[in-house]
């Protein structure tokens, strides 16, 4: 698929396009990563589910946004073109705040090997005795730089987010970050579904704030099946799980360039992204 728009970043699995008079179009791939590799296999319908979770996050949201004075770049997920329809969205270009704001409601991956040395996540102290997969007191900002493509995003201290974006800014982050990711794990529970964490993306428009890029989809966020949910063991992903125990059991070295998925697993991990995506809104995807 080829776009006659210029291209303006690309990650793993989605692209970032020029769409003309200030307005961005987000291109939401079938690509599924696993294990820092993008595998060879799409997964039918994943790039329009994410996208229509994020506009029905948005839509979510925004009384939450408006509390806190702030927005969401959505401009329209319909008026967009044809070979990519259902799975873009057109949103508003802004100049974005250079830092991720990740919300964490437990204890999982960097932060818990980060909790294991120092007994905090950079600056935020922990209580003694958590493990992983625990259920945090209180949900943390846990802010990190944005890595170049291909690079593990770096955690910072709240002190360097003020540095990068000043006090006023830095606590509004702080604040809207861990009200929305209070309400998504609201919303998620009641869905069955464990949001561990999320990274948000914003920028401003103007003096305004604004929510942007994707919102608590499972490629943003950990998503875990609150059925199995038990502190003590990496927790299992609500979408990739057959894909990565696949990848497992298939003997790939995590080096060389990974296989391609069986029919089964394919179809399975389809099935996941929509269950949790009907799951989540009460519609059906289809
Ligand atoms: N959203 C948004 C947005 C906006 N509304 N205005 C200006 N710039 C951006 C923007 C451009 N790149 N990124 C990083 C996130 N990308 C998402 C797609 O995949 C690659 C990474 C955000």
Redesign the pocket.
């Given at each position: 698929m080829t776009l006659d728009l210029p291209l303006?970043?690309?990650?793993k699995?989605?692209?970032?396009y020029d769409a003309g008079d200030d307005r961005?179009l987000?291109v939401a791939s079938d690509r599924i990563s696993a294990y820092d590799h993008v595998l060879p296999t799409p997964i039918p319908d994943k790039g329009a589910v994410l996208t229509r979770l994020s506009v029905w996050w948005f839509d979510q949201l925004a009384q939450v946004l408006a509390e806190h004075g702030a927005q969401h770049?959505l401009v329209s997920a319909d008026d967009v073109p044809a070979e990519v329809a259902g799975r873009a969205m057109l949103?508003?270009?802004?100049?974005?705040e250079p830092v991720e704001c990740v919300a964490r409601g437990y204890l999982s991956g960097s932060g818990t090997v980060e909790y294991g040395r120092t007994g905090a996540i950079v600056d935020v102290e922990l209580p003694a005795g958590l493990v992983e997969g625990s259920r945090l007191p209180e949900p943390v900002f846990t802010p990190s730089t944005?890595a170049e493509v291909g690079e593990h995003d770096e955690a910072i201290s709240f002190a360097r987010t003020v540095e990068l974006v000043g006090a006023q800014r830095a606590e509004q982050l702080r604040e809207l970050t861990l009200a929305l990711y209070r309400r998504g794990h609201e919303v998620a529970q009641r869905a069955g579904i464990v949001l561990a964490d999320t990274k948000f993306?914003f920028?401003t428009d103007g003096d305004v704030l604004?929510l942007?890029?994707?919102v608590m989809t499972p490629d943003s966020s950990r998503f875990w099946p609150a059925a199995t949910w038990a502190p003590g063991a990496v927790q299992p992903s609500y979408d990739k799980q057959y894909v990565r125990d696949w990848l497992t059991s298939s003997g790939w070295d995590r080096q060389s360039p990974p296989p391609e998925l069986p029919e089964d697993v394919v179809a399975a991990t389809r099935e996941r992204y929509v269950a949790a995506y009907e799951a989540l809104t009460g519609s059906p995807f289809a």
């Open positions: 303006v970043a690309r990650g699995v989605r692209e970032v961005l987000l770049h949103v508003r270009r802004l100049v974005m944005k993306e920028g604004v942007a890029d994707e």
